[in-house]
């Protein structure tokens, strides 16, 4: 295949996957996994509301990144500031009443123990999620790890 063959059939495959994706969106079904309509719930935001504050929520694994239990809105995280820290650091826990972050936010992903939050912990968001109103888009049995029930 020369190059412009090459082009022309990369062009055209993209054409055609794209053609799929808007022949999906125009039916507007989706369809999960295991064959059920799925009602679609739209990520306009502000569309559901975030839960109220309140105590933390219970986990279902050990490993598992606790769920926020309060808004987070104009909680911004920059190069320079981590609102998030203003409360949950070491320094500002127990005047804040938040739990301060786990000591495993410390460590590197070699492992080396650092002393301040690691890179790889500082976007809080990227785990930690809040909760809103919006109900399961489909039904699961999901159940609580054994160690936790
Ligand atoms: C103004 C202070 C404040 C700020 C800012 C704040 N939090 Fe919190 N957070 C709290 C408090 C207080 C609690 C504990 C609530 C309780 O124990 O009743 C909490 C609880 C949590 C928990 C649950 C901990 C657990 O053990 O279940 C997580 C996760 C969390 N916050 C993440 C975040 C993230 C991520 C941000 C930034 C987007 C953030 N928080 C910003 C005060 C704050
Ligand atoms: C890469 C994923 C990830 C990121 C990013 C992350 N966390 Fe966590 N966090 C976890 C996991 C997983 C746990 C539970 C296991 C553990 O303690 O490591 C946890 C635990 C916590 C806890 C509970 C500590 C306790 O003693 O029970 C708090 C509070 C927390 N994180 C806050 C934060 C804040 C604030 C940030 C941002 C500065 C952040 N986390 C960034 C994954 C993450």
Redesign the pocket.
Known sequence: MNNKTRQFFVAALMAASLGTVIAAQAAGAVESLRGRDVETQSREPGKYATEK?????E?NYVQQ??????K?DG?S?TTNF???????SWTRYRE????KVSLTHFKDRDGKELSNISPRRYF??QC?V?QTDAKPLVENTFKKAEGLR
């Open positions: 504050d309140g105590p933390p929520i986990r990144p606790p769920l926020i239990p309060h987070i909680y995280i981590n609102k998030c820290m203003d409360c949950h804040t009443g938040a739990t809080c968001n930690h809040p």
